[in-house]
C-alpha cells in the first residue's frame, strides 16, 4: 500500500461544476497538507495549505483535512476550462521533512 | 519575485553519459530539495537541502546520483553513467527554513536518456 493514494482520473466535467477530488494516506503523523495545480511541461504550482484538520476556503478553492479518516479533499466550485490540469495532493510529517505526494488526477473542464 | 529557475528545460542524453541539472532558488529560501517525476506519477523526493549540507538523501536511488550546494544558493543534481530508466522531469524547489514555509517548484528538466 502506498503512504498516499488518489484516484488517477481522468475526471471531465462541464463548466460551472462542482469538483471533488480528495486522497487518502496511511501516516497518521502527517501534519502538513498540500493541493498543487499543474499544467502539462509545467511544475506544480501550490494552491492550499493547510495544518492539521479543519476546513480552509481561498476564492473558488476549499480544502478540507480530516485526519481520524486520514482523508483529505479538494472541491472546486464554479470549475472553469482553465481549472483543466493534474492536481497533486501533497503531505508531511514537520515543515522540512519531504513532501509526500498522490499519482495526481488528471481534471478536463469542458466548456 | 523570480521563481525558482531550472536549466535546462531539456536534456537528451546517450546511455552511459553524465549530466548536470542546475537549480536556481528563490533568493532567501535556505532549504532546497530536488525531486523526479516519471509519466503518470507524482513527484518523489530524490535529496533535501538545509543551507550547504544534505540534511536527507535518503530519496537517491543509487550512488550514481549525486548533489551539491556549495554556497548554500545554486545547487546541481548529477548523474552519472545514465541509463534509460533515469529518463523523466526533475523538479526542483526551495522553502524558507521556517515550518510553515511551503514548498515552490521551478518547471523541471525533462531528462531523456536515448
Known amino acids: 500500500q502506498k503512504e498516499v493514494e488518489q484516484d488517477p482520473g481522468p475526471l471531465s466535467v462541464p463548466e460551472g461544476a462542482i469538483v471533488s477530488l480528495n486522497c487518502t494516506y496511511s501516516n497518521s503523523a502527517f501534519q502538513y497538507f498540500m493541493w498543487y495545480r499543474q499544467y502539462s511541461r509545467k511544475g506544480p504550482e501550490l494552491l492550499m495549505y493547510t495544518y492539521s484538520s479543519g476546513n480552509k476556503e481561498d476564492g473558488r478553492f476549499t480544502a478540507q483535512v480530516d485526519k481520524s479518516s486520514k482523508y483529505i479533499s479538494l472541491f472546486i466550485r464554479d470549475s472553469q476550462p482553465s481549472d483543466s490540469a493534474t492536481y497533486l495532493c501533497a503531505m508531511t510529517l514537520s515543515g522540512n521533512t519531504p513532501l509526500v505526494f498522490g499519482k495526481g488526477t488528471r481534471l478536463s473542464v469542458i466548456a | 519575485g523570480a521563481g525558482v529557475s531550472q536549466t535546462p528545460s531539456n536534456k537528451v542524453t546517450e546511455k552511459g553519459k553524465y549530466v548536470e541539472l542546475r537549480c536556481d532558488p528563490i533568493?532567501?529560501?535556505?532549504?532546497l530539495y530536488w525531486y523526479r517525476q516519471s509519466l503518470g506519477q507524482g513527484p518523489e523526493f530524490l535529496i533535501y537541502?538545509?543551507?550547504?549540507?544534505?540534511?536527507?538523501d535518503s530519496g537517491l536511488p543509487n550512488d550514481r546520483f549525486f548533489a551539491v550546494r556549495p554556497e548554500g544558493s545554486v545547487s546541481t543534481l548529477k548523474i552519472q553513467r545514465t541509463e534509460r530508466g533515469d529518463s523523466a522531469v526533475y523538479l526542483c524547489?526551495?522553502?524558507?527554513?521556517?515550518?510553515?514555509?511551503?514548498?515552490?517548484f521551478g518547471n523541471g528538466t525533462r531528462l531523456t536518456v536515448t
Open positions: 537541502f538545509q543551507g550547504t549540507g544534505a540534511a536527507d
Open positions: 533568493s532567501g529560501h535556505t532549504a
Open positions: 524547489a526551495s522553502r524558507l527554513g521556517r515550518d510553515d514555509s511551503p514548498l515552490h
